[in-house]
């Protein structure tokens, strides 16, 4: 107890060997870009939406949520409370057209809609925001090991990234996503351990956690403030919150390639609709942690870490029996390696698929990309190695990944929706959009505003400016609209939308699963916050 053992160290290098040589397997069997970025899409619904659902938990989520709930209990919730809402989105407008569209790079889609240079810019952007972010993601597992071993953060950013780049070339997403499935239940494991083990700690149980969190203000989730500068305000999630999870999951290459891989929408669907149904309880799992690492600390007289993503690192390595410590940093490790390959995976999807073979070599043969796939997820690796050895500066890393995201996610997420949406917009109206939205963006945080504020900010402006463009030049032609925009690719999900007259089309069987499926996460976001708001009464009460 205490001190990161010889037995924690044979386990964790055990569990890492094991996870490496799980990916390593699928490496062997891959012989196409299609083999390597989307697994010859046969991938289930259920494991990609354990997949994504890992990769929320992982080093990011593990050394980072507690912290937020340490610091101040329940009140960040509000940024994932919308995640329901965001998926049901997802499920109706995204998903169909992305899939039938037969397409490795989301990018792609923007081509056929807006041209070229639209495609090129959204494929870039991307490349420099996921870019910067993978460096955050790098530095999250590396800050671990550094807390279990007393090295260095630089020596064990480069032991980390190392090792990820070598199982990220060797595995590609079918190994991202099938060693995801074993993460999820380890690192699940490890967080309701943890909770018991601090439970058992104190004298009163749950009872001083709760007693503790309602006499400190640790419940509040919801703050009802208008104000924009006011970042964990109920409406900033209900509003920047929605923008930047619709824009995370399904303009982002990294998330959305994940869907790409199942063998049919209705697969591509489900799963979403694991990750809308469970991202809130993971949230409220990892932030009750942190709650509960404040009334320990309070109980025990202890002084915290300056730099509260070092704190559940350490109480792992100081409170866990030995041989668990092992296996809960393990799966820190472990998870952290299937976020950084699902990044580096998608990161050279784009690299290749948006610009290499579009540019450099148009007419290599597949052996030839399958090899320039390989080296660009180590230059991407090199990339990330190099930012994350600034991320300590960034505060929080699971904040920090959110804001770099916020720079960007509205305006893509504005250009997407051009393209599904409306028949008017061309490729003039998106370029502007884009670019003028990440400008608002840039002004918005300057005047103060929230970054969660700034995705809807940065929406709003694409959204507006790209129409408004757009009529000043010709329409786009009939080709450029064919299986692109919503109306084109899903007339059953349009007549639902347009609440069909008697005279419609019945809806098909499809479009009649997908409607349940909204409807079941819509009631699973009015459940969410009807309970949240009912610990924050009860907190109230007896605080």
């Known amino acids: 107890m205490g001190a990161f053992t010889v037995w924690d160290s044979i386990v ?63 009140e960040r919730l509000v940024t994932f409370i ?51 972010a993978t460096g955050v993601v790098l530095y999250a ?57 601090m439970v058992s700690s104190l004298p009163g149980g749950w009872s001083d956690v709760f007693a503790f969190g309602a006499a400190h203000g640790m419940f509040d989730t919801f703050d009802l403030s208008l104000d924009p500068s006011v970042t964990y305000s109920l409406w900033a999630g209900l509003i920047g919150g929605v923008v930047m999870h619709v824009a995370y999951f399904g303009t982002d290459q990294s998330q959305i390639q994940r869907v790409l891989t199942s063998p049919s929408i209705a697969e591509g669907q489900r799963s979403l609709l694991i990750g809308g149904y469970l991202l809130v309880p993971q949230m409220l799992l990892f932030l009750f942690i942190g709650v509960m690492l404040a009334a320990y600390y309070q109980q025990h007289g202890l002084t915290p870490p300056e730099n509260l993503n070092e704190l559940f690192p350490r109480y792992v390595v100081e409170a866990f029996p030995v041989g668990i410590t092992g296996l809960v940093i393990a799966g820190v490790f472990a998870a952290a390696m299937s976020s950084l390959d699902s990044a580096l995976n998608s990161l050279s999807a784009v690299s290749v698929r948006d610009f290499y073979a579009r540019f450099v070599r148009p007419d290599a043969d597949e052996g030839h990309y399958l090899k320039a796939s390989r080296w660009a997820t180590v230059f991407w690796g090199l990339y990330a190695t190099l930012f994350a050895f600034f991320a300590g500066n960034l505060g929080p890393v699971i904040e920090a990944v959110n804001r770099i995201g916020s720079w960007f996610y ?18 003039r109206g998106a370029v502007a959009g884009m670019l003028l939205g990440m400008a608002a963006v840039w002004a918005a945080s ?69 409607r349940a499926r909204c409807l079941g996460l819509l009631a699973w976001f009015v459940i969410s916050l009807v309970a949240l708001g009912g610990l924050q009464l009860w907190a109230h009460a007896h605080g």
Do not use: C
Not at 150 to 162: E, H, K, N, R
């Open 446 to 514: 300057h005047l103060g505003i929230s970054w969660l504020y700034q995705n809807a900010v940065g929406l709003g402006v694409s959204l507006a400016v790209g129409y408004a463009v757009s009529l000043s030049a010709p329409a786009p032609s009939r080709d450029q609209l064919a299986d692109v925009t919503l109306e084109e690719t899903a007339p059953d999900m349009q007549a639902l939308l347009r609440r069909r007259s008697a005279a419609a089309t019945p809806l098909g069987r499809d479009a009649r699963v997908t």
């Open 12 to 74: 964790l290098v055990v569990y890492v060997l094991g996870i490496a040589w799980v990916g390593a397997r699928f490496g062997k069997s891959q012989a196409t870009t299609q083999d390597y970025f989307l697994g010859g899409r046969r991938i289930p619904g259920w494991a990609i939406g354990l997949s994504v659902m890992a990769t929320q938990a992982s080093a990011i989520t593990f050394i980072g949520a507690p912290g937020w709930g340490f610091e101040g209990g329940l």
């Open 141 to 197: 597992p590396a800050l671990v090991l550094s807390v279990v071993t007393g090295w260095s953060v630089d020596l064990t950013i480069v032991l980390m990234a190392v090792i990820a780049v070598g199982y990220t070339v060797l595995g590609g997403i079918s190994a991202v996503i099938w060693t995801d499935v074993i993460q999820m239940f380890v690192l699940w494991l490890g967080a309701i351990l943890s909770m018991l083990l």
């Open 410 to 427: 509205g305006a893509l997420l504005g250009v997407f929706l051009l393209a599904v949406l409306s028949r008017r917009s061309n490729g």
């Open 82 to 132: 919308n995640v329901p809402l965001a998926m049901a989105v997802l499920i109706v407008v995204l998903v169909p057209i992305f899939h039938r569209a037969g397409i490795y790079s989301i990018y792609e889609l923007l081509e056929r809609r807006f041209g070229p240079l639209t495609r090129s810019l959204a494929a870039l952007l991307f490349l420099i925001a996921r870019g910067l």
